[in-house]
């Protein structure tokens, strides 16, 4: 129990107005449904109130790490073993990374030059251009709030409204009229994709992503993924990499493939805000992100030394990593090559 939930009785009547209905929409899914919640003026402006005594006014830091000299890659042999094996092979990448991975573990040279391969990669992330011009995302004050559908949409808005910021709904797909860039992912009961308006979110701009509640979090990862990263105008080439972590020592290797990274909107996701947090789910995998679940009432990073893996579209995964032993976050844009396959 947080100090918070013990001090401010909001919080304890908004979890009391959230119904629970067991076996919804699937047998074994303790639904958490907040239409309940919404019932209650009183409980609902609370809900709005409390998100917005943490959001307005502040000069909200960095979520997506600070450290953009890690721009890394870096994958851990055996959890993506895991990962890769927990999806199905018909999503997008996952051939490829199996592929990649295939290739690395057999190739005996790889393993000699592992620690050769590290360095030659580190100096050219850290003397790439990649870097300078990621950091120039982080650079702009304004503000937008992004919400997800549907359920986002309840509680986005009215945070928005109170915060100054503008609202960006992020849809399922073929929803909005306009272009659209689109995202794939996995949740608690099934599987979906999230698009947004191109132009909506522009590159540099701080974002809030809203939504009712945290299972998995590969909705607002994939939320993430559609703000945060974008180079439509401005393609970096990329090299391949496939990394993995030997104690704290982080291993990159590279092809001599060149690959650009897809379009996203560039901004920077400054929290993802949910009211629930489901708390004893079993994460097929995680997030690395900061949120705030307003029941639990503390801001979380769900971080460890395993990697996460999201899937993007094309041959494009993000990929975002705490390792604990090195004290540092990764955000990190894995691309696959085709002469892996
Ligand atoms: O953390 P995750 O495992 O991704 O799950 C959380 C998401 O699941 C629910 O939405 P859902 O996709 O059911 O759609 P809805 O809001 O349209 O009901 C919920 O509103 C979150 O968006
Ligand atoms: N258990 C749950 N209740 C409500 N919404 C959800 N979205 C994903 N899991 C959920």
Redesign the pocket.
């Given at each position: 129990m947080s100090a918070y939930r013990d001090e401010d009785p909001r919080i304890h009547d908004i979890k009391t107005r959230i119904r629970v209905v067991p076996n919804f929409p699937k047998p074994g899914?303790?639904?958490?449904d907040i239409t309940t919640l919404l019932l209650n003026p009183k409980a609902f402006k609370d809900t709005i109130d409390l998100f917005v005594e943490r959001y307005k006014g502040k000069n909200i830091s960095v979520v997506a790490g600070s450290d953009l000299g890690g721009l890394w890659l870096v994958m851990d042999a055996h959890p993506v073993k895991k990962i890769v094996a927990s999806f199905a092979p018909e999503i997008d990448g996952v051939v490829r990374i199996r592929s990649a991975l295939k290739c690395t573990l057999l190739c005996p040279v790889v393993w000699a030059l592992e620690s050769v391969s590290f360095l030659l990669c580190y100096h050219w992330i850290s003397s790439s251009a990649c870097v300078p011009r990621l950091v120039s995302w982080r650079s702009s004050l304004s503000n937008s709030s992004a919400g997800i559908e549907a359920r986002g949409f309840i509680f986005g808005p009215p945070i928005a409204l109170a915060i100054g910021a503008k609202f960006v709904p992020l849809r399922k797909p073929r929803k909005l009229p306009g272009e659209v860039i689109s995202e794939k992912y996995i949740?608690?009961?099934g599987r979906d994709c999230l698009e947004m308006h191109v132009g909506a979110v522009k590159s540099g701009e701080r974002a809030l992503v809203v939504d009712d509640?945290i299972?998995t979090g590969g909705t607002l990862c994939a939320a993430m993924n559609l703000l945060e990263i974008s180079l439509k105008h401005d393609p970096i080439p990329c090299d391949i990499f496939c990394l993995r972590i030997i104690q704290t020592f982080v291993l990159i290797e590279c092809t001599a493939s060149r690959y650009y990274l897809s379009e996203r909107a560039g901004a920077e996701v400054v929290e993802c805000a949910c009211v629930i947090e489901?708390p004893d789910l079993k994460l097929p995998f995680s997030c690395w992100f900061h949120f705030l679940s307003l029941l639990t009432r503390k801001p979380v990073k769900r971080c460890s030394e395993e990697n996460y893996i999201f899937l993007g579209r094309d041959e494009v995964s993000v990929i975002r990593v705490r390792v604990a032993s090195l004290n540092a976050d990764f955000a990190v844009i894995l691309k696959l090559s085709k002469c892996l396959n």
């Amino acid at each position: 129990m947080s100090a918070y939930r013990d001090e401010d009785p909001r919080i304890h009547d908004i979890k009391t107005r959230i119904r629970v209905v067991p076996n919804f929409p699937k047998p074994g899914i303790m639904f958490q449904d907040i239409t309940t919640l919404l019932l209650n003026p009183k409980a609902f402006k609370d809900t709005i109130d409390l998100f917005v005594e943490r959001y307005k006014g502040k000069n909200i830091s960095v979520v997506a790490g600070s450290d953009l000299g890690g721009l890394w890659l870096v994958m851990d042999a055996h959890p993506v073993k895991k990962i890769v094996a927990s999806f199905a092979p018909e999503i997008d990448g996952v051939v490829r990374i199996r592929s990649a991975l295939k290739c690395t573990l057999l190739c005996p040279v790889v393993w000699a030059l592992e620690s050769v391969s590290f360095l030659l990669c580190y100096h050219w992330i850290s003397s790439s251009a990649c870097v300078p011009r990621l950091v120039s995302w982080r650079s702009s004050l304004s503000n937008s709030s992004a919400g997800i559908e549907a359920r986002g949409f309840i509680f986005g808005p009215p945070i928005a409204l109170a915060i100054g910021a503008k609202f960006v709904p992020l849809r399922k797909p073929r929803k909005l009229p306009g272009e659209v860039i689109s995202e794939k992912y996995i949740l608690e009961y099934g599987r979906d994709c999230l698009e947004m308006h191109v132009g909506a979110v522009k590159s540099g701009e701080r974002a809030l992503v809203v939504d009712d509640l945290i299972a998995t979090g590969g909705t607002l990862c994939a939320a993430m993924n559609l703000l945060e990263i974008s180079l439509k105008h401005d393609p970096i080439p990329c090299d391949i990499f496939c990394l993995r972590i030997i104690q704290t020592f982080v291993l990159i290797e590279c092809t001599a493939s060149r690959y650009y990274l897809s379009e996203r909107a560039g901004a920077e996701v400054v929290e993802c805000a949910c009211v629930i947090e489901l708390p004893d789910l079993k994460l097929p995998f995680s997030c690395w992100f900061h949120f705030l679940s307003l029941l639990t009432r503390k801001p979380v990073k769900r971080c460890s030394e395993e990697n996460y893996i999201f899937l993007g579209r094309d041959e494009v995964s993000v990929i975002r990593v705490r390792v604990a032993s090195l004290n540092a976050d990764f955000a990190v844009i894995l691309k696959l090559s085709k002469c892996l396959n």
